[in-house]
């Protein structure tokens, strides 16, 4: 009995672990905003931002938690690194 009773406290114990550990990852403070012609990129966690054409050609990169890109109308990919994963908004000024 004092065996099983170890072995669930260490499985709760570690996927207590693994549910802190995806919290800590979290995307939250990432934000994507426009400011008239403007694409303002901003986090905390933020390492690089990228900009890409819908035909996949890179326009601009920059680095830093706060990223402006200057826009003209149409559709757009942002690939942003943020806390180690890579994360994707399709973008479209009218």
Known sequence: MKRILMCLTTAVVLLTGVNFA???KSNDNFTVRFRENTLVVTSTQ?????????????????????????????????????????????????
């Open 22 to 24: 995806d919290a800590a």
């Open 46 to 94: 933020m390492e690089e931002a990228r900009i890409y054409s819908m035909q996949g050609k890179l326009l601009a990169k920059e680095r830093g938690q706060f990223v402006e890109f200057e826009l003209e109308r149409g559709t757009y990919r942002l690939f942003a690194k943020v806390n180690g994963e890579t994360v994707t908004r399709r973008v479209e000024l009218r």
